[in-house]
C-alpha cells in the first residue's frame, strides 16, 4: 500500500502539514510521499495537471493508494479517486470543492479579464 500526500493550492511538499503527516507516520512504519503538485508551474497551476500528475505517479502497477489531500490537493485526490479502482482510501481536510465558483464569485469581472489572458 503507497500513501501519497497532495498539498494544497500556495504550499508545497515541504509544507510544515506535510512534514507533519510524513513524520507522524514514519513512527509507525507507514511511509508517506509528499508529492509537487505545483503543475506546470505555481503561476500556471491547473487542476488537469495535478490530476495527471498524480496518475503518473500512481502508475501502471496494481498496487493499492491511499490518497491524502489538503484543500487544492483534496479536491486532485476526490477527482483521481473517482477514476481509479486502485484508490483505496482517501483522507481529506477541507477539500476545495466548488473552488471555481467561489473564486468567480469573489473575483467578479476580474475572473472574465483572468480568463481572457
Given at each position: 500500500m503507497r500513501y501519497l500526500y497532495l498539498h494544497g493550492f500556495a504550499s508545497g511538499p515541504q509544507s510544515t502539514k506535510g512534514v507533519a503527516f510524513e513524520k507522524h507516520y514514519a513512527g509507525r512504519g507507514i511511509r508517506i510521499e509528499r508529492l509537487d503538485l505545483r503543475v506546470p508551474t505555481f503561476e500556471h497551476l491547473r487542476l488537469s495537471a495535478m490530476i495527471d500528475k498524480v496518475k503518473d505517479e500512481i502508475?501502471?502497477?496494481?498496487?493499492?493508494?491511499?490518497?491524502?489531500?489538503?484543500?487544492?490537493?483534496?479536491?486532485?485526490?476526490a477527482h483521481v479517486a473517482a477514476g481509479n479502482r486502485r484508490v483505496?482510501?482517501?483522507?481529506?481536510?477541507?477539500?476545495?470543492?466548488?473552488?471555481?465558483?467561489?473564486?468567480?464569485?469573489?473575483?467578479?469581472?476580474?475572473w472574465d479579464e483572468w480568463q481572457r489572458s
Open positions: 502508475g501502471p502497477t496494481e498496487e493499492s493508494v491511499v490518497l491524502i489531500g489538503s484543500s487544492l490537493g483534496g479536491l486532485t485526490a483505496k482510501g482517501l483522507v481529506l481536510m477541507a477539500p476545495a470543492f466548488g473552488l471555481v465558483a467561489r473564486w468567480r464569485e469573489q473575483l467578479g469581472p476580474a
